[in-house]
T-cell receptor, first 118, second 115 residues
């Protein structure tokens, strides 16, 4: 059973360029979340996709956008790259259990894509 | 603002020493709590989780954590660490009612275990 996979592993881009990162969730999972992990910090929530729609977003500008496909895989797009966008981008997949206040889900993380902006 | 605080950024222990890593969060209401570990060169892995029930949670590799609701804490413990426990540890919280689907991570604690 494959876990969460991400591509590419590493990427080097120039300021102002655009980048697309890809994620395939763990088998059976229907929800994908994206995180940015800067050096020396914990992962920061970017957004979460469920049923092909963004259902919650963290404090990231509109330059960060995403998409979820019918097979639950997902893409993260970043436009007009800045030096500060250099980070490890993590994808996490999950399967929600319960509803309302009682809902819970356990996230499984991929290895990440290391983006360097020069 | 919702936040997660990990008290120690770096911890150095000798093998067989006991470990306790602190974690406090600022959410109100029902919370789901997690500890993740990131071994050198590897991706984040779930160590243990708390959703409800017994506040003392046991995870993999001999780790356990205790949820103390009155203190908004979820500290990680291990009675006797091994060299292979050298890694970075992250506490994470989500709160379905107040925070939606967002999971907030602490800044992490780097643990180095001397052989």
């Amino acid at each position: 059973d494959a876990g969460v996979t991400q591509s590419p592993t590493h990427l080097i881009k120039t300021r102002g360029q655009q980048v697309t990162l890809r994620c395939s969730p763990k088998s059976g999972h229907d929800t994908v979340s994206w995180y940015q992990q800067a050096l020396g910090q914990g992962p920061q929530f970017i957004f979460q996709y469920y049923e092909e729609e963004e259902r919650q977003r963290g404090n990231f500008p509109d330059r960060f956008s995403g998409h979820q496909f019918p097979n639950y895989s997902s893409e993260l797009n970043v436009n007009a790259l800045l030096l500060g966008d250099s980070a490890l981008y993590l994808c996490a997949s999950s399967l929600q259990k319960g509803t309302g206040d009682g809902r819970s889900y356990e996230q499984y993380f991929g290895p990440g894509t290391r983006l360097t902006v020069t | 603002a919702q936040s997660v605080s990990q008290h120690n950024h770096h911890v150095i222990l000798s093998e067989a020493a006991s470990l306790e890593l602190g974690c406090n969060y600022s959410y109100g209401g029902t919370v789901n709590l997690f500890w993740y570990v990131q071994y050198p060169g590897q991706h984040l892995q779930l160590l243990l989780k708390y959703f409800s029930g017994d506040p003392l949670v046991k995870g993999i590799k001999g780790f356990e954590a205790e949820f103390i609701k009155s203190k908004f804490s979820f500290n990680l413990r291990k009675p006797s660490v091994q060299w292979s426990d050298t890694a970075e540890y992250f506490c994470a919280v989500n709160a379905p009612r107040t925070g939606g689907f967002k999971t907030i991570f602490g800044a992490g604690t780097r643990l180095f275990v001397k052989a």
